[in-house]
T-cell receptor
Framework: DQQVKQNSPSLSVQEGRISILNCDYTNSMFDYFLWYKKYPAEGPTFLISISSIKDKNEDGRFTVFLNKSAKHLSLHIVPSQPGDSAVYFCAANLMDSNYQLIWGAGTKLIIKP | NAGVMQNPRHLVRRRGQEARLRCSPMKGHSHVYWYRQLPEEGLKFMVYLQKENIIDESGMPKERFSAEFPKEGPSILRIQQVVRGDSAAYFC???????????FGEGSRLTVL
């Protein structure tokens, strides 16, 4: 039973345009969400996070939106750059847990020149 | 300012042998996590440790797998009598106390022949 779902295994976007990566979750007890970026043969690196008390968090070209009623979050990257080509993982966290993150399967983003 | 250090980066074992994977957390981090990534899948939580304590091992297979984080030295993930299905990338992450943000190592890729 996947509690965090990234339904698009891959996404191709033209350089300079907006990339939108989506993530759905089922557990309403999740209250902290994170996006990680992973290049081949490297470990995931933290990108941006959002607490459930917010609906938007912005950091430079990256913005995460949270829609709690829909149990949906999205990562927007604008403008997309070739270096953004990577696998993006959505993860959710229960603050009363031992900080165990529940991960989605990832979306491979390909930025076309 | 070293990040999370994992070694070996690549390990090849024959079926029935033992595999030992090591992880040194970032300086100042007291929490260590191990994840496994099978091909075409997201990361799966295995175990969460603090110094000399296993906090949550709910993701660990019941047999052949063990983990430790001694008072001195790195955390070790040990797989006894490896089988082909153990072939995967094993990622270690660390975090400071009180935060869900994880910092990952580059991973150890285990290949079982």
């Amino acid at each position: 039973d996947q509690q965090v779902k990234q339904n698009s295994p891959s996404l191709s976007v033209q350089e300079g345009r907006i990339s939108i990566l989506n993530c759905d979750y089922t557990n309403s007890m999740f209250d902290y969400f994170l996006w990680y970026k992973k290049y081949p043969a490297e470990g995931p690196t933290f990108l941006i996070s959002i607490s459930s008390i917010k609906d938007k968090n912005e950091d430079g070209r990256f913005t995460v939106f949270l829609n709690k009623s829909a149990k949906h979050l999205s990562l927007h990257i604008v403008p997309s750059q070739p270096g953004d080509s990577a696998v993006y993982f959505c993860a959710a966290n229960l603050m009363d847990s031992n900080y165990q993150l529940i991960w989605g399967a990832g979306t491979k983003l390909i930025i076309k020149p | 300012n070293a990040g999370v250090m994992q070694n070996p980066r690549h390990l090849v074992r024959r079926r029935g042998q033992e595999a030992r994977l090591r992880c040194s957390p970032m300086k100042g981090h007291s929490h260590v996590y191990w994840y496994r990534q099978l091909p075409e899948e997201g990361l799966k939580f295995m175990v969460y440790l603090q110094k000399e304590n296993i906090i949550d091992e709910s993701g660990m297979p019941k047999e052949r797998f063990s983990a430790e984080f001694p008072k001195e030295g790195p955390s070790i993930l040990r797989i006894q009598q490896v089988v082909r299905g153990d072939s995967a990338a094993y990622f270690c992450a660390s975090s400071p106390p009180g935060r869900g943000e994880l910092f990952f190592g580059e991973g150890s890729r285990l290949t079982v022949l």
